[in-house]
């Protein structure tokens, strides 16, 4: 049974004439020519569409295009005040409406930053360089969750997939399995702590960080506090938590915390591989932020791939983008890219608080080729609904099996042409026959063997995986998601729905653990769950549970 909408809030009046909001897309002239420009375009199979910046090429000849489009596009982001928002973002104005503050996660990159961002990164190069020096920590525990964790998981992956001394474990999710299994074996002695989280109020951060502290006690570890590390915007919240001032690395409250990789929270790469990881990541973002910035809007990759994902989502009607990294190393760049989109552009109101009145953010969804080719490509290739796909793969690979790579490199062309071009029932048919195939054999196989085709994507290749061309990557979607939004009139900045569920947890977590009596306005099923699984936790507590309950 469906329920009924919410009634519509009143709209929002009182300061906006303070707020520069953005027009309503749909009311916009040049999004009606942006929209019909689109609608009448097409791939051009035969012209080579390429931007190259960072080490990255970027072949955008998947994508729809014509001549009137590109003009209507420039239209477009005229009118959207492309400029002007760029300048707010780069500049560390006010980008962030609704949370009231800049989004100044280029900042943190810069190549000659604020006095205070460049104490703060030696202090964290100090701190590895201490303890190389002492040759200390040869477990290290990185605890955190969403933006405090897949960049980093990303970028160990990606640099530290041969091994490393120190063995990087990680632990997000509040699952207790998660937190068990990581401690299991480890020398508490030799074991490093990393907090990472801009709040210090995450539930699943500070939880497992709590069974961390417990088990360094347990272990008899001296003075446990000392080996644990905390990266925040809430320094005094660490140190409530009996974290020394030396082991707390500040982030700033105008960082978003899936735009935080570029801060200290990435010191775990640094103690398993290198600080230098850490600031060539950071120089290949500064180089995407200045091409970003100055980069004319034909030749400017971020605005290019957030102009067709725009058109794919909005006009052509596709509701979810494929990632699929041709590297094994870059697995985490799925989840990454998911929490980057997702949360910045799964918002379906505009500044003003108005409906969009057009689909945003599409579902990110991906895994590595050519194992996705074996899970779910079949559905890229003949499924009803299809979905355009970021290719991404390295011209050149660290590892000496020529072979290999040739094969990773034909796999990721093969799967992008068959998307693009497809196959007529034609061509099937021909090769039924030439198969050997009778005539009705040959025509009724046919049509299960052709593909649509003309299915958009992305390639993007990097020259080597090296830490500037992976920081490079990682800020062409920072800005592409940047552009979209802006496109949409939305904020990407926020992620008010998250925090809604946060409450809700916090108020059921009350009721199941028997603090409080469940509140009246719960929906009869969360009532009965609630219920039941409040019972079997106090009995379990009071040790009246069997092992069948
Ligand atoms: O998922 C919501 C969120 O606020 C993310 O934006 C953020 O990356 C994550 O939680 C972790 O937050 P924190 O770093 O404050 O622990």
Redesign the pocket.
């Known amino acids: 049974m469906r329920t009924s909408p919410m009634p519509c809030p009143p709209p929002y009046t009182e300061n906006t004439d303070t707020v520069a909001l953005p027009a309503e897309l749909a009311a916009m002239p040049q999004w009606s020519e942006f929209s019909a420009a689109a609608q009448s375009a097409s791939i051009q199979t035969n012209a080579l569409r390429v931007i190259n910046v960072a080490g990255i090429a970027l072949d955008i000849s998947g994508q729809v295009t014509s001549p009137r489009l590109v003009n209507a596009t420039a239209q477009l982001l005229q009118a959207r005040h492309l400029d002007q928002a760029r300048s707010t973002l780069l500049q560390g104005g006010i980008s962030n409406l609704t949370e009231d503050r800049p989004a100044w996660h280029t900042a943190l990159r810069a190549p000659a930053p604020a006095e205070d961002i460049a104490f703060e990164r030696e202090r964290m190069n100090a701190f590895v360089r201490l303890a190389d020096s002492e040759r200390r920590w040869r477990n290290i525990i990185h605890i ?5 964790d897949w960049g980093v998981r990303l970028s160990v992956n990606a640099f530290g997939y041969a091994g490393a001394w120190r063995q990087v474990h990680f632990v997000a999710n509040i699952d207790g399995h998660a937190m068990q299994g990581c401690l299991a074996g480890l020398d508490p002695h030799d074991t490093l702590v990393v907090l ?4 210090f109020t ?1 539930a699943e ?1 500070l939880q497992n960080g709590q069974r961390a502290l417990e088990w360094l006690l347990a272990s008899g570890v001296k003075n446990p506090h000392s080996q644990i590390v905390a990266i925040t915007a809430k320094p005094q919240l660490a140190k409530q938590w009996g974290i020394p001032d030396s082991n707390i690395f500040r982030l700033w409250d105008w960082v978003g ?2 735009f935080s990789l570029w801060s200290a929270v990435n010191l775990t790469t640094a103690l398993a591989i290198s600080v230098d990881i850490v600031a060539g990541m950071q120089a290949g973002a500064a180089a995407m932020d200045s091409h970003f910035n100055t980069a004319p809007i034909a030749e400017n990759a971020p605005v290019q791939m957030a102009v067709s994902g725009v058109i794919n989502r909005s006009l052509l009607g596709y509701g979810s983008l494929n990632i699929a990294p041709y590297d094994f190393r870059l697995a985490n760049l799925v989840p990454y890219i998911q929490q980057l989109e997702m ?1 910045s552009l799964g918002k379906s109101v505009n500044l003003a608080g108005d409906p969009v009145g057009v689909p945003t953010g599409p579902a990110v969804w991906g895994m590595p080729g050519t194992d996705a080719q074996h899970t779910f490509f079949q559905w890229l290739h003949q499924g009803s609904d299809g979905a355009p796909v970021d290719f991404i793969v390295c011209q050149d690979p660290d590892h000496t099996w020529t072979n290999h790579h040739q094969s990773l490199l034909a796999n990721c062309l093969a799967q992008r042409e068959a998307l693009l071009k497809g196959k007529s029932y034609d061509s099937a048919l021909h090769e039924n026959l030439q198969a050997g195939m009778a005539l009705p054999q040959a025509q009724w196989l046919a049509k299960h063997r052709m593909h649509a085709g003309g299915r958009p994507s992305n390639l993007l290749v990097l020259s080597r995986l090296s830490p500037y061309t992976l920081g490079a990557l990682l800020a062409l979607y920072e800005h592409k998601v940047f552009v979209q939004a802006l496109i949409w009139g939305i904020n990407p900045f926020d ?1 008010w729905g ?1 925090e809604y569920g946060k409450v809700l947890a916090t108020d059921i977590l009350q009721a199941i653990s028997g603090q409080k009596v469940p509140n009246q306005a719960h929906d009869a099923s969360t009532a009965h769950w609630i219920e039941l699984f409040s019972s079997s936790q106090q009995r379990r507590s009071s040790g009246a549970c069997s092992d069948n309950d």
């Open positions: 955190g969750i969403g933006g405090s990472a989280s801009k709040s995450t951060t915390g899936r949360e992620q998250v």
